[in-house]
């Protein structure tokens, strides 16, 4: 097996390998993959924290060894937008980017290296509460929808709920239909709490959207951008237009 690593803010995982293909994901900075196949400028790739699989430019990656994935830690960005040092240019990165190969301040990455002298996020020392959970949501706040989308420089919905998990040490398959099959049944819309995800179907019964409840009857989710919403037993009703928007289907609880 061979891996490589993001070597850019936010990396587009393709459908296809094309640059015209649909963006399915995305690799934030540092974040690594297995290579399952290549091509002259693409690569197919499955990342190694959700195994999701696309097609990414090679020159956004650069290859590093099982050793450095396996000894990678789970450190994060944990600011709306950080600055490192690349190869002795500043990078701006979005928040929740990976900085797992740093050991003192500093990586070395195949041909790269980077710097950074701030103080990482560290998710196995996060408390889970309703407090931390609504600080980390609000960090997304107005973000654009982004179909394939996982930071705050445009997000979709399982990418929003996705990487707002991961600061707390709960990881999360990439699309909603895949998220719905974890965690543990709430029976009823007034017995949910802060953090429980509500999932929306379309008139086909498929699970189309996700969203974070931050009460009983108020959730976080993107949708045309990361907004708040009041939800009641049907589903979410736009706080602009007071309209009906995602058909409630169910909710559960992973924390």
Known sequence: MSFVTCIVPAAPMRKEDAHRS?????????ETAEVLEETKLFARLRCTYDGYEGWCQRTQLTPVSEEQVQQKTELLTGSWQT?????????????????????????????????????????????????????????????PYLWGGRSVFGIDCSGFVQQVFRFFQQPLPRDAYQQATTGEVVGFLQEAICGDLAYFDNDEGRITHVGILLNNDTIIHSSGRVRIDKIDTQGIISGDTGERTHNLRIIKRNF
Not at 22 to 30: A, N, R
Request: aromatic content about 12%; cysteine-free.
């Open 22 to 30: 649909e963006m399915v994901s995305q690799l934030l900075f540092g």
């Open 83 to 143: 600055t490192i040092t690349f190869n002795g240019e500043p990078m701006h990165l979005p928040l929740g980017s990976s900085l797992g190969f740093l050991a003192d301040g500093r990586a070395e990455i195949g041909p790269f290296s980077y710097s950074f002298d701030g103080t990482p996020f560290d998710p196995s020392a996060a408390i889970v509460s309703e407090s931390a959970l609504k600080e980390r949501a609000r960090q997304y706040l107005n973000t």
